[in-house]
């Protein structure tokens, strides 16, 4: 599993990602499974993702504690960051995540 840090917007999240299953997509992709949570929360949340990648963009679906459908990450990945655009509930914002190594 992937560790990420970055921000939507003007929050500050680490999220979690692994690779699932292989999909069918022209350039191959698979299925992307997840968490995220808000870094300043004082109780930590963890925010599942589901998802899927196609060579270098990516969607993720983001769910609710009652397993709905909340809102929408979709971008590129490139070397190590991750960018695009979190869509859903009032407002739309950009994110940017680069990854951490341990």
């Known amino acids: ?5 970055g921000s939507i917007g003007p929050h500050s999240i680490s999220v979690y990602l ?5 999909i069918d997509c022209d350039r191959g992709g ?3 499974l997840g968490y995220y949570y808000y870094v300043n929360n004082k109780a930590v949340k963890k925010i599942r993702l589901k998802g899927y990648n196609c060579g270098a963009s990516f969607t993720l679906t983001e769910f609710d504690g009652k397993d ?10 490139g070397g190590d960051e991750i960018n695009g ?14 990854i951490e190594k341990r």
């Open 68 to 77: 709905n459908e909340i809102a929408l990450f979709s971008g590129i990945i």
């Open 1 to 5: 599993m992937e560790h990420y840090v």
């Open 85 to 98: 655009k979190r869509t859903g509930t009032e407002k739309e914002f950009d994110f940017l995540m680069t």
């Open 30 to 32: 698979s299925e992307i």
């Open 18 to 22: 692994e690779d699932g299953k292989s």
